[in-house]
């Protein structure tokens, strides 16, 4: 029989339910606020860039876009179909923005996702995952400089507030501690090129390597030599080939786990590497499963989340109905229906769109609008906060198991900025005067 005291070490030795405090945190109103800026600088980012407008599209009688290239890319027909379809699409003289149409794109694919984790339909989850994939192709083949210039913004801005969340995860986790907002964003700031670097580096190791087969292929051209030297180049361009896919493999693994292991341990560019690829390669069935619950919990707590912000929409939309009769100035509608839709579970925005027939109830809609924008982005926020806090437990208990390091050792930066902010400095202590009759400090005996 297991006793008391046998049965809570049995528990005690169970790491994953550390998972279950990542909803408590990523709540915490400092990560929202900086999930919060960084969606908003990311957004207006792309707004910007989307001026280009460069998506063909077609849009039905309603207006809304019917078909897009990305659409006809993802049908996957043969290269003579797509690019009579696309040319088909560049006829209509419509276009759409990059950002946008990934945009729209990434949310239906993230709840078919998520509806797919309850349903338990694990291959329509991956198919879900890897057609987001694909939508990245997309946008690197069709529109390369626009998807290059997105990437590195996208990166630079989740460097800063991605490190930050993942910083304060790591002190919560690790020692109970609740970092504010400048205390945060000064560590993430401090180790800016350590999180902007480690996941660009695998992609310049992948192409550094594969620049050899390139050669060999471009050598293989010569006429009669050609094939002789990828004969004998071979055996290297397979062991190159293995490289690529076994770093490949623990980018795509060990990805979630770099910028937790700056976070929590102070490593630089090539320590998180190493560390991420270590953890994925020595316990992946454990990587696996971790993710797994903390995928599973976290489609949980978005449903939560998201039906509340829906239900708020909602008994706000009502109360307003019940006591706002009045028509628009043209009289066909309700002046509420005019301005702001109804909210519905699918479509926080609302599925129809405002009937504004004169300037003011132009500028309600406006409002109205950006104050549903800003509870539809804090339900995104939440996402990306329960993203990076999720994995910075993820990454201390695989720490833990593979390494036997405990989770409350961290690293720890004392420097004299951070010594004066926690207003601990020490001042230098006065020399006092000795009493009569006793030496000077640091005389002897024999000079008195």
Known sequence: MVGGKDSSQLFDGLLFPGIFQTFRMSIQPTKLIITACALGVICLAGWIMDFSRTVPVIRDSKGKIAETQLQIYLANPTPDVLRSEIQRLKESGDRSGVFLTLWNFSGAKFKGAVNAVFDLKVREVWNNIYECFKAAGWSLWYHPVYCIIFFLITLAVLSISGGAICRIAALQFARGEKPGLTEALRFSVKRFTSF???????????????????????????????????????????????????????????????????????????????????????????MGFYTAIAAVYGSICYTFVRSFAFLSLWITHWFLQVIL??????????????????????????????????????????????????????????????????????????RSKVDNTAREDIYMNFDEADVEVAGIERKPQQEQPSPPGEPEPGSSAADS
């Open 196 to 286: 902007f670097t480690t996941p660009l580096a695998p992609i310049g190791i992948i192409a550094f390597i594969g620049l050899f087969i390139f050669l060999l292929g471009l050598m293989g051209n010569i006429p009669r030599v050609g094939e002789i030297i990828v004969g004998i180049g071979m055996p290297l361009a397979l062991i190159s080939g293995a490289l690529i896919a076994v770093i490949l493999i623990g980018a795509a693994a060990g990805l979630n786990l770099m910028f937790p292991a700056v976070a929590y341990d102070g490593s630089d560019c090539f320590d998180a590497i190493s560390r991420s690829f270590s953890y994925v390669y020595a316990r992946p069935w454990r």
């Open 325 to 398: 009769w009045a028509g628009n100035s043209s009289g066909d509608v309700n002046k509420l229906t005019a301005i702001w839709p109804k909210p519905e579970i699918s479509t926080l925005l609302g599925s129809s769109k405002p009937l504004a027939t004169n300037w003011t109830e132009a500028v309600a809609v406006f409002l109205v609008h950006l104050c549903v924008l800003v509870v539809v982005g804090l339900v995104v926020s939440f996402i990306i906060s329960f993203y990076f806090s999720a994995n910075t437990i993820i990454y201390s208990l695989m």
